[in-house]
Nanobody, 122 residues
Framework: QVQLVESGGGLVQAGGSLRLSCAASGRTFSSYAMAWFRQAPGKEREFVAAIRWSGGITYYADSVKGRFTISRDNAKKMVYLQMNSLKPEDTAVYYC???????????????WGQGTQVTVSS
């Protein structure tokens, strides 16, 4: 079992930065791949970034590549999403997710946080 709690969302101007954090509980956190997804109003939940349990492999959606960076600290049971050069189209609720396998498909993730709102103003 893994429980996830996101934090760090907020309101930022276009071009600004935010860092999202995801705190995990559970003894086996370090064996899970972790990911960030987002969902804007009226849209499907979409993949943002994922990181392997060891941190050695990462995946990014094309829309965020070069602007967002996912990282993890297994000792602290934390996952982060550093978001730079934010755009209004990045506005969404951002969710942290955990799964045994590294995947970009949201249906395959077993554990989810409650989400944190990110709003980027133009």
């Amino acid at each position: 079992q893994v429980q996830l709690v996101e934090s760090g969302g907020g309101l930022v101007q276009a071009g600004g930065s935010l860092r999202l954090s995801c705190a995990a509980s559970g003894r086996t956190f370090s064996s899970y791949a972790m990911a960030w997804f987002r969902q804007a109003p009226g849209k499907e939940r979409e993949f943002v970034a994922a990181i392997r349990w060891s941190g050695g492999i990462t995946y990014y959606a094309d829309s965020v590549k070069g602007r967002f960076t996912i990282s993890r600290d297994n000792a602290k049971k934390m996952v982060y999403l550093q978001m730079n050069s934010l755009k209004p189209e990045d506005t969404a609720v951002y969710y942290c997710a955990a799964d045994r396998g590294l995947t970009t498909i949201h249906d395959e993730y077993d554990y989810w946080g409650q989400g944190t709102q990110v709003t980027v103003s133009s």
